[in-house]
Structures are given as C-alpha cells and as structure tokens.
C-alpha cells in the first residue's frame, strides 16, 4: 500500500501539477482547496503526509497546522508548508507552528519529491520499504512477491493490497467500510460483503495445513493482522 497523500493548496494548476507528479511516483492523492474543507476531510481520515499552503480560503494554513498539532490522531502527521513566502522569519514562524518542513515557492517538483520521501522514511518507514515482514509472512513490493515460511504463496492484485495494508498496521482493527476506504478507494462503489469474499480467500492462501491464522476477525468490528501472530518468534 502506497503512502496516502493530502494536497491543501487553492491554485488549481498547481494542485494538477503535484496530483500528476505523486501519483507518478505511486502516491494515492487526495486534494482540498479551502483550510477549513481539508480541516473535516483531516478529522475522518488521517493521510501519511499532508502538503500545506501557508494562504488558503476558509482557514490559513498556519491556523490548520496549530489544530492539526493540538489533536492526538494528527499530533504527529508529517507537514510539508508550500508557501510564496520565503523571508527567514516567515521560514521560521512556519516551523515553529509545527511544519515538519519548508518549501517556497517557485520550487523544483523534484526537490519536493525528494524531501518528501526524506521525510516519510523518517515518520512512516512502513509506507517506503520494499520489503514487509509479519511473522513468517514476507511481502515484496517490487516483486509483487508474498512468501509464508519460505513458501511462495500465489495471491491476486487486490488480496495482494489487502495484505500490504493489513502487514503496514498490524494490530489494528479495521472496519469494512475503512478497508474499502484505504484498499479499494473511496471512488470505487462495491458491497461491503466483497471485504468478507476477499478476507476469505487470502486466508486459504495464506494458511495450509497447521499454519496459524495470521487475520484476526473481530465481530462486529472488522478484521485484524493478528499482532500475537507478529510477535511470535
């Protein structure tokens, strides 16, 4: 699973600029142009890193970024400010507010790619690296590869996702609806039933013979990368 990125700016050509660059890269992008539209969509769904302009409609981006750090599910949300303003001051106010880092503009497309890989190996490792491990479980991403014991194990592209998603956060109880979110994406218009089909046959995938169950069905919540199952030697 690709990191998830939130573009807050207010110039169109700009944001069609960035959209066309990330998703180049393999970023899922989402937008907003007004501070206060970005402040709802940053309360029902957390990105991995948000890009924020220091002047937006609604509600500043300063402003944006003092709430942001004041909650605790985005206390810690990696924060690149995009501003026109480039005096030291300003550089500094930015910081000093709770951006992680600083781009004036105009800036090389290049550079910000750069920095935000930078930042997201440092805040979330799990989004950059090539290879994820849970248990006995090996999931490469270049390779499109899963292993279990040494064993490869054949899964289609959305089992595939599925598991990436479940190996980034292990422990972590998502709901159907949450899994639809963040593994088919919000664009896409299914029954939440499809969640259980696909859950059922990564599961027959995964586990032959005595092999421990590594997903973790929570009733009437969701469903689980067991984190017992993660832990275990």
Known sequence: MTARILIIEDEEPLTLLLRYNLEAEGYAVDSAVRGDEADLKLKENAPDLALIDWMLPGLSGIELIRRLRARPETQALPIIMLTARG????????????????????????????????????????????????????????????ARAGRDVSLGPTEFRLLEFLMENPGRVFSREQLLDRVWGRDVYIDERTVDVHVGRLRKALN??????????????????????????
């Open 87 to 146: 005096e030291e001051t300003e550089r500094v106010r930015g910081l000093a507010t709770g951006a992680d880092d600083y781009i004036v503009k105009p800036f090389s497309v290049p550079e910000l790619l750069a920095r935000i890989r930078a930042l997201l190996r440092r805040t979330k490792p799990e989004r950059v690296a090539g290879v994820l491990e849970a248990g006995d479980i090996e999931l490469d991403r270049e390779k499109k590869r899963v």
């Open 208 to 233: 032959r013979g005595r092999a421990v169950d590594p997903i973790r069905t929570v009733r009437g919540a969701g469903y689980a990368l067991n984190d017992r199952f993660v832990k275990s030697p």
